[in-house]
């Protein structure tokens, strides 16, 4: 059966929510703007009474002294006060006989020794500012005008659109992953299923079945097909058909079990935004470290456990089975994610980051093995795809609703509710693995020093590993999950923000990812695209270290996504190129194995490099010297890959010709 | 009962619409909620700060706050411009209440002391220059500190007014926010059920035309292939010839039978003997 059909389906019904969840949108805040207007817009006018009535009781009082009003010295060093006191009061100004004699705040008020907003407005254009006057007393020609933007309340809305913006994104992400699960497990897998049934019988394995208990259209298909088999029924070549539908049944778990990955992501990505500010809150002085040292620790131990756990897991669930390594390392997560809610101090803290480290990386190597044992060569490449995609999609979703969330309801709430995704997480692979593990022909052998030797002695593995993929894993870490979420809070950038600029990594690495492997296949340039890539990363750092704010963290962290969107595919691909021999020796997945080992060095090393820098030299010196370490790196990977490239074959020097 | 596959996916996308809808609005009301909640305590924020500037005023003389003398005065005048202000109150930087004016003024606590929750959030935030909030009810307290001539915390003061009737402000916007809530997930319903069964519908035909045809292939007759049929299940041709080859071996081999309890209870629904 044509399955095409499947995906357009998928499309299309996303593309039909995500329009009507954007037009929803688009009403919904019009709606509220219009409800919630007249109950600002009051409160506004009377702030700015009270404000002027202030300022006009101590010009009263200089006048009741005896001073007169147009003679007073300093007014409007008083007015400016009054207004560095209150941001949201655009301007202030003394007004006598129908001139301006004192005046402070935007010159756009103003026009000369008048206020502009005595001016009739364009036609269709509402007055730039709500201007209230103040009588002072025993002078009926003097007033006080305080004038508050007229677009405070449209600017202050548009911060909630910016907010309900990253639900929506997170929305339509949820959207996609549920078509897929519901597409994929009630039509896409069971038809699937169908098909191999048939094409098994069609081949003599006449003892295959369908076997759904579906009651949709696909369900009565499948118990069509099952009776039209029992009519002819065999029994001879059950057992042949017993396990070509072991694995037909697998498949559709994988699809499954995609949903469960996609919701422990989640878990995790929620907390990326603000943990090293939440680190910061509970920092607590260390002798002979400095404060941003101590507070890189626990990313770096999470990275480090993280790395370390992963072979120890994988082979754990070789003996174990993946279902109770996957169980065990949701649990435990779950319980590191509550332990960090509640941490009072910087040591519970870093336990429980350990904890949910090692549950992390049981969870990913479990489903990972699941997938390659559910699947046949055919079909991997597929189904990792499917199973990293909801790794991506939490990635996108993380940061956006994590930072709209802490700011709702605080960091540790987020972590509680976090731990609770992990629960989630847990009670849907409990429903989807199956219970014993799936025959495996061999066994992987796991890493050891000897095979890590055997990769370093090639020059042209250390210039991808050590220094490709290392400084790729951190600059990520250090610029994205460290300096920047600590940087932009201290400017007093709102958790919601920042949430919403490491989105815009991870929405760029969805985009441009295809395309750069695509282009990369093309055009067969390996080290152009990782010299590219590392030099775009060391670009990225350069800007996120300009002054700016907002503005060039978005434009620096775009640089950084597109950077690491052009180095992933081009480095697994040039992996396969530069080691030869070591995976004829080692095999693939232990030559694999080695170079994420080492890649994930980046993300251990990476919060200590950034913390001494930081302590040194601050937040822009610190972003200059990550750019720098990647620079640095990018010139001594080409400084290797050239003197070491390999050489042609001598296919034009003359050929003996036998006697 | 039975479900088909229009309903499922109607009832699985109407989650993801529900969740986005719901979750916009909470967060939309809560926002909103916020901002109308933090522009009226920067209103008051303004008395509270004019009243403690002019205590620093006389504090920073080198004067000490227990031995200010127009103090009640000062809070009446302060009082005065805003209507709103249930209470005042200066205290020291131990909690011992120098003057007070309003209803407002005295929650609990010991008589002559600001209450302990003042004081928990006056110790925590009101001797910086940030204005500490207390809740209680629909009260809200807001403290700030008065610095002396050293830079010390001299004492403070707390203002209190009275949030029922922005609260009620807010929730007023409730029904109308269900209303339209309401008429926009009705919508996305309608909306979605119509372009849901648009979609589904050419499959649906496909997928119950294969199961017709496969149920005459159980009876031993040979499928009605159609072209668009085939191109939609190219695997089903090749399907139909092993299980009629392998029922006319069959009937060759064995008499035909009465079809026993197990077959009868496979035959699918609705398909005659």
């Known amino acids: 059966m044509k399955l095409s059909f499947i995906r357009r389906l998928n499309w299309m019904l996303t593309g039909v929510v995500s329009v009507l969840m954007l037009v929803s949108l688009a009403v919904q805040t019009n709606h509220v703007n219009t409800l919630f207007r007249p109950l600002i817009e009051p409160e506004l006018a009377r702030k700015a009474e009270v404000v002027g009535s202030y300022v006009v009781a101590q010009i009263d009082r200089a006048v009741a002294l005896g001073f007169e009003l147009d003679k007073l010295v300093g007014v409007d060093e008083l007015l400016s006060d009054a207004l560095a006191a209150n941001p949201d009061v655009k301007y202030l100004a003394l007004e006598i006989d129908g001139r301006l004699h004192a005046f402070s705040g935007t010159e756009e008020a103003r026009a000369g020794s008048r206020l502009t907003v005595a001016d009739t407005p364009p036609e269709g254009e509402s007055p730039q500012f709500l201007d209230t006057v103040l009588p002072l007393e025993g002078n009926e020609a003097a007033r006080l005008h305080v004038g508050v933007d007229s677009g405070y309340v449209r600017s202050a809305m548009n911060e909630v659109v910016f907010d309900l913006g990253s639900v929506l994104i997170v929305a339509i992400l949820l959207n996609i992953e549920i078509l897929l699960l519901v597409v994929g497990s009630s039509v896409a897998a069971p038809l699937r299923r169908v098909t191999a049934v048939m094409k098994q019988a069609a081949d003599g394995h006449l003892g295959v079945r369908v076997a759904l208990r579906n009651r949709d259209e696909v369900g009565e298909l499948s118990r069509a097909v099952d009776w039209a088999l029992d009519s002819v029924q065999h029994k001879a070549d059950m057992t042949a058909s017993e396990q070509a539908m072991t694995k037909i049944g697998m498949m559709q778990r994988v699809v499954e079990l995609r949903f469960a990955i996609f919701v422990f992501s989640l878990a995790e990505e929620l907390t990326r935004t603000f943990l090293s500010v939440y680190i910061k809150q509970l920092f607590e002085p260390v002798p002979g470290l400095s404060m941003e040292m101590v507070i890189g620790a626990p990313i770096a131990l999470f990275m480090l456990l993280w790395a370390v756990s992963q072979p120890i897991a994988g082979s754990v669930s070789e003996r174990r089975g993946r279902r109770a390594v996957f169980l065990g390392g949701a649990l435990l997560s779950f319980v590191g994610l509550v332990g960090s809610g509640l941490a009072t101090d910087l040591i519970q803290l870093i336990v429980a980051r350990c904890l949910t480290a090692v549950g992390y990386a049981s969870v990913f190597i479990a489903a990972q093995g699941f997938v390659i044992d559910a699947t046949d060569p055919k079909q991997r490449a597929q189904a990792i795809a499917m199973y990293a995609g909801g790794i991506l999609s939490a990635g996108v979703c993380g940061p956006a609703i994590g930072g709209v969330i802490a700011g709702q309801v605080g960091f540790r709430t987020t972590f509680l509710i976090s731990a609770g995704l992990a629960l989630l997480a847990a009670f849907m692979a409990w429903q989807v693995l199956p219970r014993v593990r799936a025959a495996q022909a061999k066994s992987s052998r796991g890493l050891r020093l000897a095979d890590a030797v055997l990769c370093l002695r090639n020059p042209r593995f250390v210039g991808l590993a050590v220094f490709s993929a290392v400084p790729a894993k951190l600059g990520l870490t250090a610029l994205l999950f460290f300096l920047l979420p600590l940087a932009l809070d201290d400017q007093g950038v709102s958790q919601s923000w920042i949430g919403r600029v490491l989105l815009l990594y991870w929405l760029l690495m969805i985009v441009v990812s295809p395309m750069a492997a695509k282009l990369s296949d093309r055009s067969g340039q390996r080290i152009g695209f990782l010299v590219a890539g590392g030099l775009v990363a060391a670009g990225a750092a350069w800007v996120l270290s300009m002054p700016g704010s907002l503005g060039t963290a978005l434009a620096g962290v775009a640089l950084l996504g597109v950077a690491h969107a052009m180095l992933g595919a081009p480095q697994l691909a040039m992996l396969a190129d530069v080691c030869v021999k070591e995976r004829a020796a080692l095999g693939e997945t232990t030559v694999i194995g080695m170079f994420r080992l080492i890649e994930r060095l980046g993300s251990v090393i990476a919060p200590f490099l950034a913390g001494l820098f930081l302590a040194h030299y601050g937040y822009a010196g610190a972003l200059k010297g990550i750019g720098a370490v990647l620079a640095a790196c990018v010139a001594v990977q080409l400084l290797l890959s050239t003197l070491f490239r390999p050489r042609p074959p001598a296919a034009d020097l003359p050929q003996r010709t036998p006697a | ?273």
């Not at chain 2, 969740?19 to 901002?35: D, G, I, N, W």
């Not at chain 2, 849901?196 to 519908?201: D, G």
Request: overall charge neutral; aromatic content about 4%; hydrophobic content about 50%.
């Open chain 2, 1 to 273: 009962m039975r479900l088909t596959l229009t309903t499922k996916i109607i009832l699985l996308l109407q989650v993801a619409l529900c969740f986005a809808l719901l979750s916009t609005a909470a967060l939309s009301y809560l926002k909103m909620e916020r901002m109308v909640e933090d522009t009226v305590a920067s209103r008051f924020t303004v008395a509270l700060r004019g009243l403690a500037g002019e205590v620093e005023g006389a504090v920073s003389l080198g004067v000490s706050i227990t031995a200010l003398r127009n103090l009640d005065a000062l809070i009446q005048r302060a009082m005065v411009r805003d209507d709103r202000i249930t209470g005042l109150v200066l205290f020291t930087d131990t909690g011992e209440v120098l003057a007070a004016a309003g209803r407002g003024a005295g929650h609990g606590g010991p008589v002559g002391a600001i209450p302990a929750g003042w004081k928990a959030a006056f110790a925590r935030d009101g001797k910086s220059d940030r204005v500490a909030a207390v809740a209680d009810g629909d009260s809200q307290a807001l403290l700030l500190g008065i610095r002396n001539a050293f830079g010390g915390v001299a004492g403070g003061v707390a203002l209190t007014y009275s949030l029922g009737e922005v609260q009620a402000g807010i929730r007023g916007t409730i029904p109308d926010l269900l209303l339209s809530g309401g008429i926009n997930l009705l919508t996305g319903l309608l909306i979605t059920m119509v372009a849901v069964w648009l979609l589904l519908r050419p499959i649906q035909r496909r997928l119950r035309e294969m199961t017709v045809s496969i149920n005459m292939l159980g009876m031993g007759e040979p499928p009605k292939l159609t072209p668009e049929l085939a191109a939609f299940a190219p695997g089903l041709k090749d399907f139909a010839d092993r299980i009629l080859e392998q029922q006319q071996h069959g009937a060759e081999e064995d008499p035909p039978q009465p079809a026993g309890p197990a077959a009868e209870a496979a035959r699918p629904a609705g398909v005659a003997p």
